[in-house]
């Protein structure tokens, strides 16, 4: 590997730590957001919303530890990759749903 590869790769590393803090953040809001009181249980939207939200922070906590636990972000700049986008999509879901709740909270 070229010095110029590695480089770009503990680039890609620093990228996709950062992504995790900036999950562990955004899950810990939507935790918060879900605890807080739910004035109208009846609306649809807001139900399937919530649901939605709850489904998805069980899942990216688990991936989340799957990812640290089994050490993905290895030398394939492939999983790298793919690990990265699929972070930043995954945080951008989040946040849409938690709009989406706090929008059905009105």
């Known amino acids: 590997?070229?010095?110029?590869?590695?480089?770009?790769?503990?680039?890609?590393?620093?990228?996709?730590?950062?992504?995790?803090?900036d999950?562990?953040?955004?899950?810990?809001?939507?935790?918060?957001?879900?605890?807080?009181?739910y004035p109208n249980p009846g609306?649809?939207?807001?139900?399937?919303?919530?649901k939605n939200c709850e489904r998805l922070v069980e899942f990216?906590?688990?991936?989340?530890?799957?990812l640290l636990n089994q050490?993905?972000?290895?030398?394939h700049m492939v999983e790298i990759l793919e690990v990265d986008y699929h972070l930043e999509s995954e945080i951008a879901g989040l946040q849409l749903e938690r709009q989406i709740l706090r929008d059905h909270r009105c």
Do not use: G
């Open 60 to 66: 990216l906590w688990a991936f989340r530890r799957n």
């Open 1 to 21: 590997m070229s010095t110029q590869e590695i480089v770009y790769h503990q680039q890609k590393i620093d990228q996709i730590v950062r992504k995790l803090v």
């Open 43 to 50: 609306d649809p939207v807001a139900d399937q919303t919530r």
């Open 23 to 37: 999950l562990d953040l955004e899950l810990e809001n939507v935790r918060e957001t879900l605890q807080e009181p």
């Open 71 to 75: 050490k993905i972000i290895s030398e």
